[in-house]
């Protein structure tokens, strides 16, 4: 790996290796869904895949499992990626515009948005019935909801490949596939880290920073909560409610 090339680290490349290759897979037979069975928006002259329902949900349940690891590790391991306390006024600046800080606050605008987009995705689609589009039932709001998520991921991912391109160039990009492991960053050593990983080290000493936390960047301590509530509800809510309406 050359100098210019930045070190990614290890667990960092996983979860954004396969998360990356889910939300894909998500929005590509997301789309043939509704190719599928609803068109109402255009379409595209594709054959019909008759169990691509049970493919994307298959792929979105993975998703789901994935989703409180990644989401734990993006912001606090991170959270530089994701909104900062200035990165809405960066990009309101006009004397900002173009300048590298505009780009790099709007890829962590747009990182940001894709978690939200995710979260509301699964709990949306966790909500559908099965049934609902086979039998033309196009006008649940949950269905709506997913479909807006659907939307907001398209344009997150677009941004988020585009600014990446744009505010690092091709040794971030390649950064992120290298099989370089630093030897502190090998996996033999996840399990001590993990242990000196405990709740009351990385949140006994946040309970009495919380207000300081809250003070540094209150939006995107209000959004990890947001993200939170919204993974636990996507795992809870469908156990408690037979319909989305």
């Known amino acids: 790996m050359s100098r210019s090339t930045p070190y990614q680290p290890l667990i960092l490349r996983i979860l954004h290796s396969l998360s990356g290759i889910l939300v894909l897979a998500a929005i590509i037979t997301g789309f043939l869904v509704y190719n599928t069975f609803d068109k109402r928006f255009g379409s595209l002259p594709i054959a019909k895949i008759n169990p691509i329902q049970d493919i994307h949900g298959t792929v979105a349940l993975l998703f789901l499992l994935l989703l409180p690891l990644f989401s734990l590790y993006s912001f606090h391991g991170g959270k530089i990626r994701l909104l900062q306390a200035d990165s809405l006024q960066k990009i309101s600046q006009p004397n900002q515009f173009n300048k590298p800080i505009w780009w790099l606050s709007l890829q962590r605008l747009a990182n940001t948005f894709m978690l939200i987009a995710a979260v509301l995705a699964v709990t949306s689609g ?46 971030l990009l ?5 099989w370089q492991v630093r030897t502190q960053d090998s996996p033999k050593h996840w399990l001590t880290r993990l242990r000196n990983w ?48």
Not at 174 to 178: A, E, F, Y
Not at 229 to 239: C, D, H, N, R, S
Request: include cysteine; aromatic fraction near 12%.
């Open 198 to 245: 405990s709740v009351t080290n990385n949140y006994g000493q946040s309970l009495a920073n919380f207000y300081q936390l809250l003070q540094s960047n209150t939006i995107l301590s209000l959004i990890e909560l947001l993200v939170i509530l919204g993974t636990i509800a996507a795992f809870l809510l469908p156990l408690f409610f037979s319909s989305g309406d």
């Open 126 to 171: 966790r909500m559908m019935k099965e049934e609902w589009l086979p039998l033309g039932e196009l006008d649940h709001i949950w269905y709506y909801c997913h479909l807006t998520a659907w939307l907001i991921l398209i344009c997150s991912l677009a941004i988020h490949l585009l600014m990446s391109a744009k505010v690092g160039g091709a040794p």
């Open 174 to 178: 390649l950064s992120m596939i290298s």
